[in-house]
């Protein structure tokens, strides 16, 4: 298996700027998450879905973010308008009938900087 | 052990001894505990798992120990090897609304081995 798959690896934009960010689950995987993390926070949930329904999104900091999961092998999550301090490496992470006793499995990261 | 400060604590051991990294857990609900493992520009890697009903479980030159009383976590590592350097994580289970348990990850500790 591939892994999960996130893109882009590395994104540099200015402030004011729509960013979004990609994500595909391991194929058969019914949870997905999205995770931030910074130095300052370390890892924290943004919202995560299950079949491809959003379950909890208490975790997106504000309006400017929204994710969407349209099918079982996608999902985004966008910032608009980005700021400085959504500088961070976002994680989307995927499991197999939630993380109850099931492994989360994390992507690489999307390694955002925001100037 | 786990850090709410800016710096990740950090531990320093030479190649061949043995590493304990200890983490302090929150909610004496949790019944499902995980670490995890981060190499830098990587995204974190599961490495072991333990319930609630358990206190101790090992595999490959890790064990993680399980103190319900005191809700302290330990992973130790056997004969560390360079290779084992990057941060470390451990998670709880919390419920989250919708009803999952997702993990809730600390600050990490950072695990540096010198040959």
């Known amino acids: 298996d591939a892994g999960v798959i996130q893109s882009p690896r590395h994104e540099v934009t200015e402030m004011g700027q729509e960013v979004t960010l990609r994500c595909k689950p391991i194929s058969g995987h019914d949870y997905l998450f999205w995770y931030r993390q910074t130095m300052m926070r370390g890892l924290e949930l943004l919202i995560y879905?299950?079949?491809?329904?959003?379950?909890?999104d208490s975790g997106m900091p504000e309006d400017r973010f929204s994710a969407k999961m349209p099918n079982a092998s996608f999902s985004t999550l966008k910032i608009q308008p980005s700021e400085p301090r959504d500088s961070a490496v976002y994680f989307c992470?995927?499991?197999?009938?939630?993380?109850?006793?099931?492994?989360?499995?994390f992507g690489e990261g999307s390694w955002l900087t925001v100037v | 052990g786990e850090s709410v400060g800016l710096h990740l604590p950090t531990l320093s051991v030479q190649e061949g001894d043995n590493s304990i990294i200890n983490c302090a857990y929150s909610?004496?609900?949790?019944?499902?505990f995980i670490w995890y493992k981060q190499e830098s520009g990587k995204g974190p890697q599961f490495i072991i798992d333990?319930?609630?009903?358990?206190d101790k479980r090992q595999g490959q030159r890790v064990t993680v120990l399980l103190n319900k009383t005191v809700k302290h976590l330990s992973l130790q590592i056997a004969a560390t090897q360079p290779g084992d350097s990057a941060v470390y994580f451990c998670?709880?289970?919390?419920?989250?609304?919708?009803?999952?348990?997702?993990?809730?990850f600390g600050r990490g500790t950072s695990l540096i081995v010198h040959p």
């Open positions: 909610n004496s609900a949790s019944d499902y």
């Open positions: 879905f299950n079949n491809n329904v959003p379950i909890d």
């Open positions: 992470a995927s499991s197999l009938g939630g993380a109850g006793g099931n492994t989360i499995y």
């Open positions: 333990i319930r609630s009903n358990m």
């Open positions: 998670a709880e289970n919390s419920r989250k609304s919708g009803g999952s348990y997702i993990p809730t």
